[in-house]
């Protein structure tokens, strides 16, 4: 997704001239070519990520379009306030990036584990919250939140990870993608789990149970039409995040269908407890942990289905 | 520094300014109930020589692209900006009777939305700088005219944002960019020595790599110098610490913490009054 990223805002950046891109002294082998090809539109702050975004709120007060980058949790929570005040409250064309959404950064321990940024920044008034499924994904999403002015977050996973989509979807900020048709369950994941839910539906499809795949890209506008359609039309819905079952995705659709009154479907947010991780591990080898596994979503999914329809064990 | 007649009937024309800065000040806060009156006053001076003399602003084309920016980062004296906002004709003075009030258009930290003039909004401390960062990146890098202006206040300065602001400037020789420190010498809870010691001040500024002058702050001769020259130094972002006394200009608040956060009520309001009417 990194690559993709950076491919895509290099091509954005030559047709574009207000495009910056400032950097919290993050990206050591992918930040130079911008930097090399438009050193007059690039910064490096250094360590200091809330005058990064500061000065990103002040730059794009002049007429830029600004990309802020860095790793984890540092783009977002560290500068939190910047982010409320100087970058939302002025509807200022900044775009926070963050690298190592969920825990792509595993081994490195909790303070690079990003799993509450969803919620926070979806909090954000007049912040769009995306997070892209795959590097296809990836593309069509930077260029999307550089044509629509204002606010964004953008959570990219790290670098390796498959592509999903076998041809380039149609694509719209705030409308999910459906990557699979199934009528007996919806699995709607955003992020990096795009790839587990499409092997999830793969396996539990030779059980007999034909899920729909939904990629939902962006958090903020949530796709609420395709949320309640997916609940009337397969009667279940499974949320798929690397992020806590607080307030992100999983919290997004609870939201829309408790409000929505009629529909009562099983539902089932799948992600992190709210709780700190001090497991040593890799990525995939935390996510197991935590249940975030293929195999471990299936069974998550057929117990609920058991408990809540005439499944057999 | 010899003074010129026309030079003179400057200096009496941006005094009246300040004057009437903080008669509007008093005025607003007064009838609101709120606090921050001190802030307002110790600045009055610096307001009126920038907006009076120094900043290429224009009122009628408030978002004029070439205009210099100042950002109020010490968003709690938002009082004396509207005040010299509405004097100097951004909008209508009678908009500073409602400051405060339910549903009037004038918050009580800095605010730009529907008020012409104001660059930015403020209230939290340690976020301007920043802002104005940049812009005068931005500014430096295109070859642009204007200027950015920062103004902040000594409190402010414990923030460790300002200081990632302050060691940003130098680097990118941002010589477009000011920051004037209204240093009234008092925070929120007790004299900035007692509570956290800025000296040796302009050493840490000029360590920083600022070009530091050291200026009375409520001297209009001394204020019209050093802002008309600049940058004090050619490379350099200047920093002026502008010496000033927290509630200037009336007797009872003058080098008072309790009017960080204290209203005058009617008797005090029209002391106050009475005072600023009978000054210079």
Redesign the interface.
């Known amino acids: 997704m990194r690559s993709a990223f950076f491919r895509t805002l290099m091509s954005l950046a030559e047709e574009d001239s207000r495009i910056c891109l400032v950097v919290g002294d993050i990206g050591f082998g992918v930040v130079e070519p911008f930097a090399q090809r438009f050193p007059?539109r690039f910064?490096n702050?250094?360590v200091?990520e809330?005058?990064m975004?500061?000065?990103?709120?002040?730059?794009?007060?002049?007429?830029?379009v600004v990309f802020t980058y860095s790793i984890a949790n540092f783009p977002t929570l560290r500068c939190l306030?910047?982010i409320r005040?100087?970058v939302c409250?002025?509807h200022a064309d900044v775009k926070v990036v963050a690298v190592g959404g969920g825990f792509a950064y595993g081994a490195l321990g909790m303070t690079h584990h990003a799993t509450e940024d969803l919620a926070i920044l979806r909090s954000m008034p007049g912040m769009v919250v995306v997070a892209p499924g795959d590097p296809i994904e990836t593309e069509l999403v930077t260029g999307a939140i550089v044509a629509q002015a204002g606010p964004c977050y953008l959570r990219l996973g790290r670098a390796g990870e498959p592509t999903v989509h076998t041809s380039r979807p149609e694509f719209e900020l705030g409308k999910a993608i459906v990557v699979r048709e199934g009528s007996d369950l919806a699995m709607i994941s955003t992020g990096g789990m795009l790839d587990t839910a499409v092997q999830v539906a793969e396996r539990i499809a030779r059980l007999g149970l034909h899920a729909r795949v939904l990629s939902m890209h962006t958090i903020k506008p949530l796709d609420r039409d395709s949320v309640l359609a997916a609940a009337r039309e397969t009667g279940a819905i499974f949320t798929l995040e690397e992020h806590s079952v607080i307030g992100g995705l999983g919290g997004a659709v609870a939201e829309v269908l408790a409000e929505s009154g009629e529909l009562r479907v099983p539902f089932r947010r799948i992600g992190l407890p709210s709780e700190f991780s001090s497991r040593v591990g890799s990525q995939e080898y935390l996510r197991a942990c935590y249940g975030l596994s293929a195999s471990a979503i299936v069974d998550t999914v057929r117990a609920t289905l058991i408990s809540t329809r005439t499944v057999t064990a | 520094m010899k003074d010129s007649n026309g030079s003179a009937a400057k200096r009496e024309e941006l005094a009246a300014l300040a004057k009437r800065i903080r008669l509007h000040v008093v005025e607003m806060v007064h009838a609101a109930g709120s606090s921050h009156v001190g802030t307002c006053l110790s600045m009055a001076e610096l307001l009126a020589v920038l907006y009076g003399q120094v900043l290429n602003v224009d009122p009628t084309r408030p978002d004029w692209s070439e205009r210099d920016r100042l950002i109020m980062s010490k968003g709690h004296g938002c009082a004396g900006l509207y005040a010299v906002l509405a004097e100097r004709g951004f909008f209508p003075i009678d908009w500073l009777q409602s400051f405060y009030h339910d549903g009037a258009r004038l918050a009580g930290h800095a605010t730009h939305h529907g008020i012409p003039g104001v660059e930015v909004s403020t209230g939290s401390l340690g976020h301007g700088l920043s802002l104005a960062c940049g812009m005068a990146l931005v500014g430096r890098r295109e070859e642009r005219s204007w200027r950015v202006f920062a103004l902040l206040s000594d409190g402010e300065c414990d923030e460790g944002s300002t200081w990632e602001a302050a060691m940003f400037a130098p680097h990118h020789k941002l010589d477009n960019l000011v920051a004037i420190v209204d240093y009234n010498k008092i925070q929120s809870l007790g004299t900035v020595k007692e509570v956290l010691d800025l000296e040796p001040f302009a050493a840490k500024w000029r360590s920083f790599g600022w070009s530091a002058v050291e200026v009375d702050g409520h001297d209009i001769i001394q204020l019209r110098s050093v802002l008309s020259a600049l940058p004090t130094e050619r490379g350099k972002p200047t920093c002026v610490i502008a010496h000033t006394v927290k509630g200037k200009g009336v007797s009872f608040m003058e080098d008072k913490l309790l009017w960080h956060y204290r209203s005058p009520d009617e008797q005090e309001f029209r002391q106050a009054l009475a005072e600023l009417e009978k000054s210079q």
Do not use: L, S
Not at chain 1, 53 to 64: E, H, L, R, S
């Open positions: 007059t910064v702050v250094g200091a809330q005058n975004t500061g000065v990103a709120a002040g730059m794009a007060m002049c007429g830029k306030e910047q005040n100087d409250y002025h």
